[in-house]
């Protein structure tokens, strides 16, 4: 068993020599975590957006505000904390260092926006005027020159309520012979002249 013992040993010299690279490639990020507080009520704030600023790091606070972000490159970074309705916050000059956690906090203060006025012009014409009881149709030459047809006649019996006869009169809103009806004392009557 003693004749094993140097070789067993070699061997296992040989094997962490070979994980050694491999563990210090893993100790190359650091881990920042924290919690975000309502700085008013002190209770903890869900779905804060947490980044770090200069990477594509970042992630958003649990329900009780807990945040970790993991792989973060080493160095002096900046941690920018902002949730709708709060003021942004960058908290700069944290410290990070390989294998090692930093723990930033961060409370934030509701915000006052100010957006500006909305403006709604009216047109020249209302769309439905009030005191009109008839229906009306408008069509100007920009309409005119984007119709597939080639006069006047063609483009009005186009339009709704418009229908032409075999003899290329124009009949609108139903007033083609026959089709009035006028009712007295619940009895149909019609004029044919």
Known sequence: ??????????????????LL????????????????TDSATGEPLAGVQVRVEGTRLGNVTSDDGYYFILNVPVGERAVTFSYTGYQRITVSGVRLLAGHTA?????????????????????????VPRDNVQTAQR?????????????????????????????????????????????IDGILVRSFN
């Open 103 to 127: 723990t930033v906090d961060s409370r934030l203060s509701a915000g006052v926006f100010e957006l500006q006025g909305i403006v709604v012009e009216a047109g020249d014409e209302p769309l």
């Open 1 to 18: 068993m003693t004749a094993n013992t140097p070789a067993r040993f070699f061997h296992l010299l040989i094997v962490l020599t070979a």
């Open 139 to 183: 069509f100007g030459s920009e309409v005119a020159d984007q119709a597939p047809v080639e006069n006047l006649e063609q483009l009005i019996s186009l339009q709704a309520g418009v229908a032409t006869d075999p003899y290329g009169q124009f009949n609108i809103r139903g007033s083609r012979q026959g089709r009035q009806a006028v009712y």
């Open 21 to 36: 690279p491999l563990a210090l490639l893993a100790q190359t990020g650091a881990k920042l975590e924290g919690t975000v």
